[in-house]
Structure formats: C-alpha cells, structure tokens
C-alpha cells in the first residue's frame, strides 16, 4: 500500500508541477534547443525534482529519511535549476567540467557550476548524516557518513552526465532504481520511480529536457535510497563504481559508448522521437 502511493504521489507531483511551471509567466527563460534543432522546455526538470522529492519522501519509513530525501532532493535541484538558468549566460559557458569551474574560481570567479557543484555535495553530507550509520564507533560511523554522501553525490552527477539525450536519464534512472523498489525501503524509491515514469513520455516526445534539476535531484534521491540500505562494503563498493564512471567520462564519450553498442543504442532510442 505505501509502495503505490509513494508512487502515485511522484508521478502527481511531477505532472502538476510540469502544468504549473510550463504556464508560469516567466516559463520562456526555460526554453531551449535540443541536439534535434527543436525548441524544449526546461520545466521537466523542476517537475521531475519536486514530484520525486515529494513521493520519496512520503514513501519514507521514518521522519529522518523523510529528511534525507528532502534534503537530497529539493536542494539538488534548486541548486541544479540555478545552473540550468544561470549557467545559460554568455560569461558562464567558459568553464566547463570541474576543472574548469575550479580554474574560473582561482580567477576570483564563482561560477553557476561551482554553486551546483558545492550545493549536491552539501545535500548529500546532509542527507547522509540523517540516514546515519550502524557501525558502533564514531569513526565508523564518520567514514559511513562520508561514503554514503560520496554515494548521493556521485549518482546525482552520473545521471546528468547522461542527461544528452531525451529520455536518456529517465531511464537510466529507472533501471538504476529498479533493484531499489524491492525489500526494505522501496516505498521511498517509489516516489522518485513514479515521477520518473509520469515524465517519461514528455522527455521522448522531445517537449521537455530534464537540465540540471531534474537528473541531479533524481540521481540523489536514488543515492539516498541506497544508502539507506547499504552498509559500509555497499556505500564503498558503488563510491567506486561512480568514481570509475565519473573519472571515465572525462576520457570517454558515453554517447559515443552508447552508439557503438547495438543493444545500448535500440534501448536508448527505444520509444523516442524520429529526428
């Protein structure tokens, strides 16, 4: 019972606000042009965070994971929104990647970027302080804290890596959340699931982009969905993993990854749009 109406709660959200934002008066700052040439919205992005975040959090099981996906959540995509919109200024588009965000602030810059950057660290410090650890000494339980935010963090930014293409985040975020929408604490990945799967059609239909908001907000509350469940192997062995995949894109294209791979690539265009 709390597993669906975690989920139809996300998906209500999302939809709701997606309506709100794309009528608001100042909806035109959120327009965009795709890799197709097409005219899209950003709006999906602030929808996809608020209706995850809400849904996540209504699935909690207790009032600190209820926090810890608020925490994760709403501050990943307000900090992820601010870039969407800043970060489209003629002045911010210099820096690009870390490297060039840190080289902008030894410049006596501060970038959108490094905003979003320090604003999904600091949320997912917070939300794994809140989800805690198991572990009996403070020092385990300092290390579990640090592991689990490395974890939020580094799964918010994997799924804005991804975020290239429609759809493509949506569903790597469906696939990655899965195997968490069974056992103890699916109900709060069911929020952030049915969010997701109302938004879907939308993002391969090609009328609205997730931006920053919406893939670092939903990457964080998968994060924090995992975290709640791992203990410290877990949390060290997917920081790993997403240090791996992190450290890999700033070699390796995965869209270019993607097109190289036939079952990749029919999963990844499967249900979009035609060019």
Request: aromatic residues 4%; charged residues 15%; without cysteine.
């Amino acid at each position: 019972m709390a597993f669906l109406r975690s989920l139809g709660t996300g998906a209500l959200v999302a939809r709701a606000v997606l309506g709100w934002v794309r009528h608001d008066p100042h909806a035109a700052a959120l327009s965009r042009t795709n890799f197709h040439g097409r005219t899209v919205t950003l709006a999906g992005g602030p929808a996809l965070a608020a209706g995850a975040t809400v849904g996540a959090a209504a699935g909690a099981a207790t009032g600190r994971l209820a926090a810890a996906a608020i925490a994760a959540g709403a501050v990943s995509g307000a900090v992820g929104l601010y870039d969407d919109v800043v970060g489209n200024r003629p002045e911010q588009k210099a820096a690009k990647g870390f490297a060039g965000h840190l080289g902008a602030l030894r410049a006596g810059r501060i970038t959108s970027g490094l905003v979003k950057i320090g604003g999904v660290g600091a949320a997912g410090l917070a939300a794994s302080a809140l989800i805690g650890s198991r572990r009996g000494s403070g020092f385990g339980r300092g290390v579990d804290v640090l592991l689990g935010a490395g974890v939020i963090a580094g799964t918010a930014n994997l799924l804005n890596l991804l975020d290239l293409r429609p759809g493509r985040a949506i569903k790597a975020g469906l696939l990655l959340g899965a195997p968490l929408a069974a056992g103890r604490g699916a109900a709060m990945t069911a929020g952030a699931l049915g969010a997701s799967a109302a938004l879907l059609p939308a993002d391969l239909d090609e009328e609205i982009m997730l931006g920053d908001s919406g893939a670092n907000a939903l990457g964080a509350l998968l994060g924090v969905a995992f975290t709640a469940r791992a203990g410290t192997a877990g949390r060290l062995a997917a920081l790993a993993a997403l240090a791996s995949l992190t450290a890999a894109s700033e070699k390796v294209s995965f869209t270019r990854v993607i097109q190289d791979t036939p079952w990749l690539r029919r999963l990844d265009e499967l249900g979009r749009r035609p060019a």
